[in-house]
């Protein structure tokens, strides 16, 4: 799927889950009316509040994109590639889904060196990992040489020639997301800024409805 497509996904999602946040909000806010028995609280806007995030978010996505691209050298949000750098020439990708990996010479990718890779462990002398036809291979940088077909105990046997031990393979997938977790976590946090701080207003103001009667300000603040 391309960037377009996952992006028009997203925003249907994203004004189904609005929609379902909205119409919550309403409801407590009924509640809570009911509780303090008011009647003459409009509180309609609070069901339109999380809807006209809409902008906000999507310029987060776009802002981000850059950010990914050109800051912390990472994939963008909503692409349909995963790539894994290993070495400032050779890079690890997956087209589609991050089930099966191509080790490529470069970040842009060419001809795959070795292909459907389906656990890895990197070192800084050598690539070691397994296909999903449990065949085990060593890519060595300072050679480009690569030893393919090989048996569990033969991997284990070939690493030990030039490694203290066989690093622990994984997925490569699980590899990507611990290199950019942080980074993302602190992303998510920062893009929660803004909605958190209106949603703080529009709980403040409905809060001063209840007690005051105010009719007005809950429009205002939405």
Do not use: H
């Not at 990992?129 to 065949?135: F, I, L, Q, R």
Request: net charge negative; aromatic share 14%; charged share 20%.
């Amino acid at each position: 799927m391309g960037p377009l497509f996952q992006l028009i996904i997203v925003g249907i999602l994203y004004f189904l889950v609005a929609s379902i946040i909205g119409l919550a909000l309403m409801l407590i806010a009924r509640l809570i009316m009911l509780l303090k028995k008011k009647t003459d609280i409009t509180v309609n806007q609070l069901f339109w509040f999380p809807l006209k995030l809409a902008p906000y978010f999507l310029l987060a996505v776009i802002v981000n994109a850059l950010v990914c691209q050109f800051v912390r050298d990472v994939d963008p949000p909503l692409t349909d590639y995963w790539s894994l750098p290993i070495n400032d020439g050779l890079t690890m990708g997956a087209i589609d889904i991050p089930d099966k990996w191509y080790l490529w010479p470069t970040r842009e990718g060419g001809e795959a060196i070795i292909s459907n890779i389906v656990l890895v462990g990197i070192t800084d002398k050598a690539l070691y990992g397994s296909t999903e036809s449990d065949d085990y291979f060593i890519y060595r940088y300072d050679s480009n040489q690569q030893v393919v077909n090989l048996s569990k105990d033969e991997l284990e046997i070939e690493a030990n020639k030039t490694e203290d031990s066989l690093p622990t393979l994984k997925r490569p997938s699980d590899l990507y997301y611990d290199d950019r977790d942080f980074g993302d976590l602190i992303t998510f946090l920062l893009i929660l800024i803004y909605p958190l701080y209106r949603f703080y207003n529009v709980s403040s103001t409905f809060w001063s409805l209840v007690s005051k009667k105010n009719s007005e300000l809950l429009s205002t603040a939405t």
